[in-house]
């Protein structure tokens, strides 16, 4: 149904009105606009389905974040982990960070097999102020999002965009790193999803080794994360606690 929306940005401080013709949207809902303030998540404030406007004086709501979650989750440092099979799947959660890619957007990646040991991250080459500037984000739980299934890793971290890292890790050893960000040396979003990693297994090995062993699948989400994008403004769940 068409409606007027009102969009709360926490980053700018910032309401303003969209034009929704594509959702079903709700008061909490997580958006993405387009507009100036594209690539930036929003918060429905308010929903409007009476009004008279011009077209072309609104730009549009473009999607809406799945924060749908189910699960059982367990703390972990500064993160929550769950080891349901289908909790915080990568598909969905990219869609809490991630705008929509435009068509001509998609991804190449390029490997040059290459691995080292995560218990070593000098090996990773990353120059001494990138790697400072990795530990921040490290130590300021910018990597929202890391999942490991199998061998097969992806993490999200805020930077002043957010960034997909994905990476392979397997018996001690990293291979695989990428990030989109344009740098085509090692980044600081790779060196704070690889700390994160380290500090995440070293936790479950710790804490929960009959819920993870290697091979197997969790998915950990930074506990501000959680409560931005799924508890904010959702009113249709219950909590749990054990
Ligand atoms: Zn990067």
């Not at 392979?168 to 790779?190: E, F, I, N, R």
Request: aromatic share 12%; glycine share 8%.
């Amino acid at each position: 149904m068409k409606s007027l929306v009102q969009v709360y940005f926490p980053r700018r401080d910032l309401t303003l009105s969209y034009y929704n013709d594509a959702f079903d949207l709700h008061r909490g809902d997580r958006v993405f606009v387009e507009g100036k303030l594209e690539g930036l998540p929003g918060r429905v404030t308010a929903v409007s389905y009476n009004f008279k406007i011009r077209l072309a004086d609104y730009k549009r709501v473009i999607a809406l974040a799945d924060t749908d979650v189910r699960g059982q989750f367990y703390p972990a440092g500064s993160h929550l982990v769950t080891f349901d099979a289908d909790a915080l799947a990568p598909e969905k959660v990219r869609t809490w960070f991630l705008p929509p890619t435009a068509e001509d957007g998609a991804y190449i990646v390029g490997q040059d097999g290459a691995s080292f040991p995560l218990s070593d991250l000098s090996s990773l080459g990353a120059d001494i102020a990138v790697a400072e500037r990795g530990q921040k984000y490290y130590a300021e739980n910018r990597v929202a999002y890391l999942v490991l299934d199998g061998a097969s890793g992806c993490a999200i971290v805020e930077g002043t965009k957010p960034y997909e890292v994905e990476f392979t890790y397997a018996d001690g050893q990293v291979s695989g790193l990428v990030c989109p960000c344009y740098c085509s040396c090692p980044c600081k979003h790779q060196v704070a999803v690889l700390l994160q990693l380290r500090e995440t297994l070293s936790l479950l090995e710790e804490r929960y080794p009959d819920r993870y062993a290697p091979g197997g699948r969790f998915a950990a989400v930074s506990k501000g994360a959680f409560l931005t994008c799924v508890l904010d403004g959702r009113e249709d769940m219950c909590l749990t606690l054990s």
